[in-house]
């Protein structure tokens, strides 16, 4: 038993590790070194090899090792989840996805397993909670991101506006937008004027961003610049009614947002009603419940009952989902 233990405290231990490494963002001095070498290559004497050799080290230092490499290769999908993760604005690749993934499988299998659960709803339930839980984290941060992206997106517009207003080209604009709004308007800008340096168009690099962003409001922007390069007219004015219309689009989200919070609490409050009470008579009457953890005909209708109750819930939430 203690032997058991053990393993699966150095289990826990490792998945933490895997977790911290995976998701946690760049050093303090790790970001100064590479502030420090941006600007040397910056103000070098021939900058377009200096970008290239950046985005080549930066490409060389995602690479996954041999171990997250072949698990990596069981995930399906490896693109799309590749292009999920990317959306996160952190240098998770696939193999870490994938190593903390199967570590939580191990782990809570294992502490099921140890404390006498049956080995069919052991694997079944890590199972879930090691695919599950890293998906529900990834999603919440890509959901932070563009939040704070979409918050930021207006004013940057805005001072595009301003630069061209005051005679300065497209190209200048986009290089001015990287360097003074924070955060990731601030990043993805910079990523744009990136790939413009080692050749690629601006079109190009913009349709890229927008692809991997996925929001309405940079694909808005996008096809506004493509239109005005095709048919002319003031671009100013349009990218400052664009800013307006991004605002006003924000301001109707939040006021959806407000009028749906009743409907979002009932769901929530009924979502948790039915484990609330079984915890509850759990810790009252162990006996009485514990035939869902160890009856193989009450654990088939406890996962089917967890079914309808999550298929439940997803239309409840769409129900309330409003698209603007």
């Given at each position: 038993m203690?032997?058991?233990?053990l393993?699966?405290?150095?289990?826990?231990?490792?998945?933490?590790?895997m977790?911290?490494?995976?998701?946690?963002g760049?050093?303090?001095?790790?970001?100064v070194?590479?502030?420090?070498?941006?600007?040397?290559e910056?103000?070098?004497?021939n900058?377009?090899?200096?970008?290239?050799?950046a985005?080549?080290?930066?490409?060389?230092?995602?690479?996954?090792s041999?171990?997250?490499?072949?698990?990596?290769?069981?995930?399906?999908?490896?693109?799309?989840?590749?292009?999920?993760?990317?959306?996160t604005g952190?240098?998770?690749t696939?193999?870490?996805?994938a190593m903390?993934?199967?570590?939580?499988v191990?782990?809570?299998?294992?502490?099921?397993?140890?404390?006498?659960?049956?080995?069919?709803?052991?694997?079944l339930?890590a199972?879930f909670?090691?695919?599950?839980?890293?998906?529900?984290?990834?999603?919440?941060?890509i959901?932070?991101r563009l939040?704070?992206?979409?918050?930021?997106?207006p004013?940057?517009?805005?001072?595009?506006?301003?630069?061209?207003?005051?005679?300065l080209?497209?190209?200048?604009?986009?290089?001015i937008?990287?360097?003074?709004?924070?955060?990731?308007?601030?990043?993805?800008f910079?990523?744009?004027s990136?790939k413009?340096?080692?050749?690629?168009?601006?079109?190009?690099?913009?349709q890229?961003?927008?692809?991997r962003?996925g929001?309405?409001e940079?694909?808005?922007?996008?096809i506004?610049?493509?239109?005005q390069?095709?048919?002319?007219?003031?671009?100013?004015?349009?990218?400052?009614n664009?800013?307006?219309?991004?605002r006003?689009?924000?301001?109707?989200?939040?006021?959806?947002?407000?009028?749906?919070?009743?409907?979002?609490?009932s769901?929530?409050i009924?979502?948790a009603?039915?484990?609330?009470?079984f915890?509850?008579?759990?810790?009252?009457?162990?006996?009485?419940?514990?035939?869902?953890?160890s009856?193989?005909?009450?654990i088939?209708?406890?996962?089917?009952?967890?079914?309808?109750?999550?298929i439940g819930?997803?239309?409840m939430a769409?129900?309330?989902?409003?698209?603007?």
């Amino acid at each position: 038993m203690s032997l058991t233990l053990l393993l699966l405290g150095l289990g826990v231990v490792g998945v933490l590790g895997m977790l911290f490494i995976a998701l946690s963002g760049p050093s303090s001095s790790k970001a100064v070194k590479r502030r420090l070498e941006a600007v040397r290559e910056r103000h070098g004497e021939n900058g377009l090899p200096a970008v290239a050799n950046a985005q080549i080290r930066k490409l060389l230092s995602r690479r996954d090792s041999k171990l997250e490499s072949i698990l990596s290769g069981l995930v399906p999908k490896p693109a799309a989840m590749q292009k999920r993760l990317e959306k996160t604005g952190r240098a998770i690749t696939l193999g870490r996805y994938a190593m903390v993934n199967a570590g939580l499988v191990v782990v809570v299998a294992g502490i099921m397993l140890s404390r006498g659960a049956p080995f069919l709803l052991s694997f079944l339930f890590a199972l879930f909670i090691g695919i599950g839980l890293p998906h529900l984290v990834i999603g919440k941060m890509i959901t932070r991101r563009l939040k704070a992206f979409n918050a930021n997106f207006p004013d940057a517009i805005e001072l595009m506006v301003r630069g061209l207003r005051s005679g300065l080209p497209i190209t200048e604009t986009l290089g001015i937008v990287s360097s003074e709004i924070k955060g990731p308007v601030g990043i993805e800008f910079r990523a744009v004027s990136d790939k413009m340096k080692i050749g690629l168009t601006m079109e190009a690099a913009l349709q890229e961003t927008a692809d991997r962003l996925g929001t309405p409001e940079f694909q808005f922007f996008v096809i506004t610049l493509a239109i005005q390069r095709e048919t002319g007219g003031n671009l100013a004015e349009t990218l400052s009614n664009l800013a307006d219309v991004l605002r006003k689009r924000a301001q109707m989200k939040l006021k959806i947002r407000a009028m749906s919070s009743e409907a979002k609490a009932s769901a929530m409050i009924v979502g948790a009603l039915p484990f609330i009470v079984f915890v509850m008579v759990y810790m009252l009457n162990p006996n009485y419940m514990g035939g869902f953890f160890s009856d193989e005909r009450l654990i088939v209708a406890g996962v089917g009952a967890m079914v309808w109750m999550g298929i439940g819930v997803a239309v409840m939430a769409k129900m309330v989902n409003f698209e603007i």
